[in-house]
């Protein structure tokens, strides 16, 4: 069976993508201005599940947000 092509296969290309990202200043102002509180049980329960914690994220960032009064 040839893999000629796959992903596993000798015609892939290297990510040469650095998986280093350095973030600036205005973007940890902003994440630390208004932070989003979470339980670490659920962070715990969850943590095999990528899906699951990104989902637990987002509800809870939408429900700060809609609770939220300014």
């Keep these: 069976m040839s893999r ?3 992903a596993m ?3 892939c290309v ?3 993508t650095p998986s280093l990202k350095e973030l600036g200043e205005d973007f940890f102002k902003m994440v630390t201005a208004s932070p ?3 339980d670490m049980r659920a962070l715990r329960a969850l943590k095999r599940s ?3 914690l990104d989902l637990y994220a987002w509800l809870t960032y939408t429900v700060k947000l809609a609770t939220t009064t300014d």
């Design 50 to 52: 990528p899906l699951a």
């Design 14 to 16: 290297a990510d040469v």
């Design 36 to 38: 989003v509180p979470v």
């Design 9 to 11: 296969g000798a015609d």
């Design 4 to 6: 000629k092509g796959s």
